[in-house]
């Protein structure tokens, strides 16, 4: 037996015969827990509950409205069959122009029309996952590394690393400050990495957080496009959740702002990823983005693309969808109320209960304090805290990443 599986993980790729995936890491356990046991109100009330999901599911009807109203965005409907010829057909990787003016238009009316995107430089993705690692691909060598501040995304441990062999480094920033990203933090990680001689080829930020749940202030922004200008390395800003804001006390701040009209810096440097899967909570069609400044990433990213496009069907109805102005609005707009409704009744029936969260504004995350509920102040304390609320309470919660 074990002579013929030594034989067969020879005949494997080392991707196919490792684990680089992580689908056997912690941060799987809870949704196998949640696919093993799912919840059911009435056929399995005690089954685990999924809240480790990031889904967007509250205004899903009001884009079954505008689908019942606009039968012909669908090639597979009787009154949109007429352009189903042209749109089946083969397209090219560049994307439908009507789908690229449309995203790009949607992109900067979601940033308040403060700045506009350039529909050439949008370059479509199988989500923003095939969005980042085709961004890594473009930017670093296998043993090169990105700063990214923490707690961070899990899933870019798996998105960024597992087939392009780059490194992630933690820029390790504090509770005590409420993660605020600093100057010193970034410095200290960067001369860590270089102390152990690891190439570092850029910074990685998400915009509106995941985790945190909060966005990045103007000046921290500015801060991190003097730093990287300074290094001469790249940034790459996630804002997936760019209209996914809901606090009416400020705004949320892209970079394409700040180098816009706050900062000089080598623009070749900046590179932005979006999707559609939070801000209009459509994760199943696949649609991400990625839109540089520097024209070499855009041909060789819009040149890799061609192995995770969005289909067609995809971006015709997409196109339609984004360009109808009135329907956007009110999409946005009421997104925002009901996120805030919802992130209001949670933090309130958390309090009840004792346990406080981190004041977000952005996203469809709580960062909760259990520290309280805790054996002891340890990493290992919280691996044991986090089996118990999936396994016992049934919640399928995120745990955040050791540093």
């Known amino acids: 037996?074990?002579?013929?599986?030594?034989?067969?993980?020879?005949?494997?790729?080392?991707?196919a015969a490792g684990n680089g995936h992580g689908e056997d890491s912690p941060y799987f356990d809870g949704w196998k827990a949640f696919e093993s046991d799912p919840y059911?109100?009435?056929?399995?009330?005690?089954?685990?509950?999924?809240?480790?999901?990031?889904?967007?599911?509250?205004?899903?009807?009001?884009?079954?409205?505008?689908?019942?109203?606009?039968?012909?965005?669908?090639?597979?409907?009787?009154?949109?069959?007429?352009?189903?010829?042209?749109?089946?057909?083969?397209?090219?990787?560049?994307?439908?122009?009507?789908?690229?003016?449309?995203?790009?238009?949607?992109?900067?009316?979601?940033?308040?029309?403060?700045?506009?995107?350039?529909?050439?430089?949008?370059?479509?993705?199988?989500?923003?996952?095939?969005?980042?690692?085709?961004?890594?691909?473009?930017?670093?060598?296998?043993?090169?590394a990105f700063l990214v501040p923490t707690p961070y995304y899990p899933g870019f441990d798996r998105d960024l690393r597992w087939r392009t062999g780059v490194q992630l480094v933690p820029v390790v920033c504090d509770s005590s400050n409420d993660f605020k990203v600093t100057?010193?933090?970034?410095?200290?990680?960067?001369?860590?990495?270089?102390?152990?001689?690891?190439?570092?080829?850029?910074?990685?930020?998400?915009?509106?957080?995941?985790?945190?749940?909060?966005?990045?202030?103007?000046?921290?922004?500015?801060?991190?496009?003097?730093?990287?200008?300074?290094?001469?390395?790249?940034?790459?800003?996630?804002?997936?959740?760019a209209a996914t804001v809901f606090t009416k006390e400020s705004s949320f701040v892209s970079i394409a702002e700040i180098i816009d009209q706050d900062i000089a810096c080598n623009r070749n440097l900046i590179h932005?990823?979006?999707?559609?899967?939070?801000?209009?909570?459509?994760?199943?069609?696949?649609?991400g983005i990625i839109y540089s400044y520097n024209d070499q990433v855009v041909s060789c990213a819009r040149k890799m693309s061609s192995f995770g496009l969005v289909s067609s069907q995809t971006q015709h109805l997409i196109a339609t969808m984004l360009s109808d102005d009135q329907f956007v609005e009110k999409f946005i707009a009421e997104s925002a109320k009901r996120i805030a409704e919802r992130h209001k009744a949670f933090t309130w029936g958390l309090s009840q209960v004792g346990i406080g969260c981190l004041k977000s504004?952005?996203?469809?995350?709580?960062?909760?304090?259990?520290?309280?509920?805790?054996?002891?102040?340890?990493?290992?304390?919280?691996?044991?805290?986090?089996?118990?609320?999936?396994n016992e309470v049934k919640l399928n919660v995120k745990k955040k990443k050791k540093k």
């Open 272 to 287: 932005i990823v979006y999707s559609l899967s939070k801000d209009m909570g459509f994760p199943g069609f696949r649609v």
């Open 40 to 144: 059911h109100p009435t056929k399995n009330p005690n089954g685990v509950i999924q809240m480790g999901l990031a889904e967007n599911l509250l205004c899903h009807e009001l884009v079954e409205d505008w689908l019942m109203n606009n039968p012909k965005a669908s090639i597979c409907s009787a009154e949109g069959l007429n352009e189903f010829k042209g749109i089946a057909n083969f397209q090219d990787y560049h994307g439908l122009p009507e789908f690229r003016n449309a995203v790009a238009k949607f992109m900067g009316k979601v940033r308040g029309n403060r700045v506009t995107f350039d529909p050439d430089r949008i370059v479509m993705s199988g989500g923003a996952t095939g969005a980042h690692e085709t961004v890594a691909f473009c930017l670093a060598d296998p043993g090169d």
């Open 361 to 390: 504004n952005a996203g469809l995350f709580l960062w909760m304090d259990l520290h309280h509920l805790l054996k002891e102040q340890t990493y290992e304390a919280e691996m044991a805290l986090w089996q118990v609320i999936i």
């Open 1 to 15: 037996m074990a002579f013929a599986l030594s034989n067969q993980e020879q005949l494997l790729s080392k991707i």
């Open 183 to 241: 100057m010193e933090a970034l410095e200290a990680a960067y001369e860590k990495a270089q102390e152990s001689n690891i190439r570092i080829k850029g910074v990685l930020i998400t915009n509106p957080s995941n985790p945190l749940g909060t966005f990045l202030d103007r000046e921290t922004l500015k801060d991190i496009v003097s730093f990287i200008n300074e290094k001469n390395i790249h940034l790459v800003c996630d804002e997936i959740y």
